[in-house]
């Protein structure tokens, strides 16, 4: 698997065969398909792009042309092949359907997505810092501090944790393990948190880096009719 573009649908809990119990999210990757590709001897490398969805409403010709016999997908999104690792562009072509066919229960996979945002905040929410006293008296509650120096360097040093925005930022998750999968629905159910809310759009792709403490994942129990 190169990659997919996802929509993050919620989160639940499962138990796996021992009565652990799982937090999961549930992430839909139907309408997955290749809707272009980069060779390397016309772009310099190669690449796929997948598209998600479809925009029916667009009418600007210098956007359909990018799609020559294929409606204009909702989002599109570019993965690169390494010819190292054995990833070759031949087995895609446009118009494919992309599904969870190539990806395996307890395999692990890169999630990325946009946090949530959370607005202006103060440095007691955005970094978790202590604060000034909270008892009668004082004026000092949730100031972040002295923030500069004496005479040398007379300057605030950059990077120095202020107030400001926070979340809604471009965030990856890592090592995310996959506890089971619903191929007939399009449904992919991963092991913990992934960033942003309901709705949001999501890139998976193969871990990049090796779990340090590999994770055991078991198929979730069945319910009996």
Same mark, same amino acid.
């Not at 997955?32 to 390397?40: D, E, I, K, M, Q």
């Not at 909702?74 to 066919?101: C, I, M, N, P, W």
């Given at each position: ?66 799609? /020559? ?74 100031? /972040? ?49 992934? /960033? ?30």
């Amino acid at each position: 698997m190169i990659g997919l573009i996802g929509q993050k649908l919620g989160m639940t809990q499962i138990f796996n065969a021992d009565g652990t119990v799982v937090p999961v999210t549930v992430i839909g990757v139907q309408g997955n398909r290749v809707v272009g590709l980069r060779t390397r001897e016309k772009n310099n490398y190669d690449a796929v792009q997948v598209g998600w969805g479809e925009n029916s409403k667009e009418k600007r010709k210098t956007l359909l042309n990018n799609f /020559p016999g294929q409606k204009r997908p909702r989002l599109v999104r570019e993965f690169r092949l390494d010819r190292t690792k054995g990833e070759e562009l031949a087995k895609y072509k446009v118009g494919q359907e992309l599904s969870l066919a190539e990806v395996k229960v307890g395999a692990f996979l890169d999630v990325t997505g946009h946090s949530i945002g959370k607005g202006f905040q103060g440095v007691v929410r955005r970094y978790g810092m202590h604060g000034g006293p909270a008892t009668h008296g004082s004026n000092f509650h949730r100031h /972040p501090g002295s923030i500069g120096h004496c005479t040398a360097p007379a300057r605030v040093f950059k990077g120095k944790k202020l107030p400001g925005r926070m979340g809604g930022v471009r965030v990856t998750v890592q090592n995310l393990a996959v506890v089971s999968i619903d191929t007939e629905k399009g449904l992919l159910l991963i092991s913990g948190a992934v /960033p942003g809310k309901r709705n949001a759009m999501l890139l998976i792709r193969p871990s990049v880096k090796k779990p340090n403490v590999p994770q055991q994942v078991s198929e979730p129990v069945k319910k009996s009719a």
